[in-house]
C-alpha cells in the first residue's frame, strides 16, 4: 500500500519555489457526466494509465451526508448541514494512487454506499456553502500531483481553466441497466432532474469538453478513446514553444 501524506507532496513543490523555479501547475483531467454513465470506471482505467491520481468527489458529498446521518443532522436544513462544516475534522490523504476524504482519521469506504446516504446526498449537494467547502477541497487535491477528477462540476467550477475535460454521457436504458447490475435500483431519470436543474453548479457540458457516449462501448473502449485524446494534446503542449503558456 502506497500511502502519500499532504505534507510530503506539497514540500517538493516548496522545494522547488525555494529554488527559484515557479512550480509545474499539476494536470487536471475533469471527468464529468450523469450517474452511471461509466465515469468512475473510466476515470480509475484513465488514472492508472497515466499514473495520475484518482479523486472520485461524489465520495466527498457522500462522506458529508453520511457524516449528517450518523451525528442525527437533518439534511433538510441548509443551517445544520453547513454548521458541520466548522465542526467536521477532516482530511485528504492519498492511498495507491486514490485520493480520499477521512473524517476524524476514519474513510467510510462502504458505509457512504448505502440507499440512505444516496438519498440524503442531493440534498447536501445543492446547498451552496457545501458546494464552495467541496470545490475548496477538491482544488487542494493538486498537492497529489496530476489528477483524473470525476464529478458534476470539475470543468465547469472546480478547475474550470484545464485543456483536458471530458463529458460521458450513455443513454438512459443503459444507465439503467448498469445500476441494475451493480445492485443499486435507483431512480435515475429523477437524479438527472435533480443534478441538472439545481440552483447551485448544475450538470452541465462544460465549456470546450469532448463529450463522449459509452452506450454500446466496454469501458477499455471508452477509456481507450479519452487516453488518445489525452495524449494528443499533451504531445500538442509538448510542442509548444518554451514560455507559450503560463505556469
Ligand atoms: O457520483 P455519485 O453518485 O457518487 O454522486 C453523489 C452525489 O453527489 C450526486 O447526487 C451528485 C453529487 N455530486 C455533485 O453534486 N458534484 C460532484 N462534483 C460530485 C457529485
Known sequence: MTRVTAAVASSASRAESRAGRSPTRPIVIAIDGPSASGKSTNARLVARALGYAYVDTGAMYRTLAWYCLQHGVDVHHPRAVTAVLRRWKTRLDCVDGHVRLLVNGYYPEKEIRTPEVSAA??????????????????????????????????????????????????????????????????????????????????????????????????????????????????????????????G
Open 121 to 246: 446526498v442531493p440534498l447536501v449537494a445543492a446547498i451552496p456553502k457545501v458546494r464552495a467547502w467541496m470545490v475548496k477541497t477538491q482544488r487542494a487535491c493538486v498537492r497529489f500531483g496530476n489528477l483524473v477528477m470525476e464529478g458534476r462540476d470539475i470543468g465547469t467550477q472546480v478547475f474550470p481553466e484545464t485543456e483536458f475535460k471530458f463529458y460521458l454521457d450513455a443513454s438512459l436504458a443503459e444507465r439503467t441497466r448498469r445500476r441494475q447490475a451493480d445492485g443499486i435500483p435507483e431512480d435515475l431519470a429523477q437524479r438527472d432532474h435533480r443534478d441538472s436543474q439545481r440552483k447551485a453548479a448544475p450538470l452541465m457540458v462544460p465549456l470546450g469538453a469532448m463529450v463522449v457516449n459509452s452506450s454500446g462501448q466496454t469501458p477499455e473502449q471508452t477509456s481507450a478513446l479519452i487516453l488518445a485524446e489525452i495524449r494528443r494534446r499533451l504531445e500538442a503542449r509538448a510542442a509548444e514553444p518554451p514560455g507559450a503558456r503560463p
